[in-house]
């Protein structure tokens, strides 16, 4: 410490030098902070170098504060907005993810930006099987999906088209159905080495409702669908909805604009068992065998209907009461497919208005319950009747026009053609 106390520390700090054997230059001529001790000056450095630690150190824990809220403002703002579900296809480079588990408001459910995952029912353990082009669990057959966003955004162009030739005096809505897949598959079987291929139908609805003009009314379902996937709401054996599946979207209609739902505890319920569905014969796994629902509608109905030959007939019932086991019992709806049927409704909820109903067979079992809240109905299956949209729209002073359609068949050109056609 003598060392430092010399107030004539050059000639020490010299001295010192040369006894280590040292060439240090001796400190005069320096400038005066190159003049002092080496400890003092080792310290300032190191309290310099401490003080510039600490301000990066500072620095870099506001930047990743930043980003972290950064990151949570993105993740809240896509929670209250929408959830952004890109859809993935075999020949599109976009990630697809599946619907979001986020909580929205009742207020937000039919936004067509929201899907919400359904909480399917799975025991975590049991696997599936392909068979027949089906993915097959618990004894239910699943068909696979892949549409793509360029089917998406065709879809949504041929619905633009409707909305464009019939004018600002109608009113255009879409709905796209998710079939069982979607709705009933748990999400550890899809996309695995061992599971079902499926790409996801929320991102594939998501992109044709948002390649629709500003001017057509999309029919988000799914939401409605998601919330009771537990229920009875798909068949096992076969690739549609059932009556109560239909029964929900139809609520989800009926509430986004404002209308009156039907209470089905309050309707007389039909049974017929032993459905055996499409996917029977696609596959040599044994199925569940299903059974067929519908409402007898508490209310007087008459029912023109053309079939394929041109021919009309008509009927006071929207169903097939006298439709037994089999393969055919879907048909209890609507008495099968036909091109064209005209119902008139006596619902006291019935408005003085008129709505066309355009659809393959999905259309078939939700098409009874819009009798309860328009005067007429016209069902139109658009992969037999060979009217004009438009035209036929201007005889009958149709007020709206609704798209119902599986999300197999929007997704298929041959499918939309067909609607085009009418066009």
């Not at 190159?34 to 870099?60: C, F, K, M």
């Amino acid at each position: 410490m003598a060392y430092y106390n010399n107030r004539n520390y050059r000639g020490n700090r010299t001295s010192t030098y040369q006894r280590r054997g040292r060439t240090a230059a001796p400190y005069q001529g320096r400038s005066r902070h190159e003049s002092q001790p080496p400890r003092r000056r080792r310290n300032r450095r190191r309290t310099r170098n401490r003080i510039i630690i600490v301000a990066t150190g500072l620095v870099i824990l506001a930047l990743i504060i930043a980003l972290i809220s950064s990151v949570f403002s993105c993740i809240c703002s896509s929670g209250k907005g929408g959830n952004t579900i890109p859809t993935a296809t075999k020949s599109t480079e976009v990630e697809q993810t599946s619907a979001s588990k986020t909580k929205v408001k009742k207020t937000d459910v039919n936004d067509p930006k929201i899907y919400i995952e359904p909480e399917i029912k799975d025991d975590k353990k049991s696997k599936g099987e392909l068979s027949g082009g089906l993915y097959i669990w618990n004894k239910k057959a699943f068909e696979l999906f892949y549409g793509s966003d360029e089917r998406a955004k065709e879809y949504a162009k041929m619905v633009n088209s409707a909305k464009k030739s019939l004018g600002k005096d109608v009113n255009v809505y879409s709905m796209i159905v998710p079939n069982h897949t979607e709705m009933g598959l748990p999400s550890r079987l899809k996309n695995t080495e061992d599971g079902a291929s499926t790409l996801s139908q929320a991102g594939f609805m998501k992109t044709a409702y948002a390649a629709m003009s500003k001017d057509v009314k999309p029919v988000n379902i799914y939401n409605y669908l998601s919330k009771h996937c537990n229920e009875y709401v798909y068949f096992d054996s076969d690739h549609h909805w059932t009556g109560l599946g239909a029964y929900y979207a139809y609520k989800g209609f009926a509430k986004q604009n404002g209308l009156k739902v039907p209470d089905l505890s309050k309707w007389d319920e039909n049974i017929i068992e032993g459905f055996t569905g499409t996917f029977v014969k696609m596959t040599e796994l044994s199925l569940n065998t299903d059974a067929v629902h519908y409402w007898t509608l508490p209310y007087e109905v008459s029912n023109d209907i053309t079939d394929d030959s041109g021919n009309t007939d008509t009927y006071d019932s929207v169903y097939y009461e006298y439709a037994e086991a089999g393969t055919l019992t879907y048909g209890v709806f609507l008495r099968g497919d036909n091109p064209l049927e005209v119902i008139t409704s006596e619902s006291k909820q019935a408005e003085d208005r008129k709505i066309a109903v355009v659809h393959e067979s999905y259309g078939n079992a939700i098409v009874p319950f819009f009798t309860y809240n328009y005067s007429t109905v016209y069902s139109i299956d658009f992969r037999s009747w060979s009217g004009n949209l438009k035209k036929f729209c201007a005889e009958n002073e149709i007020d709206d026009v609704i798209f119902v359609n599986g999300v197999m068949s929007a997704a298929t050109a041959i499918q939309v053609d067909a609607m085009n056609a009418l066009i």
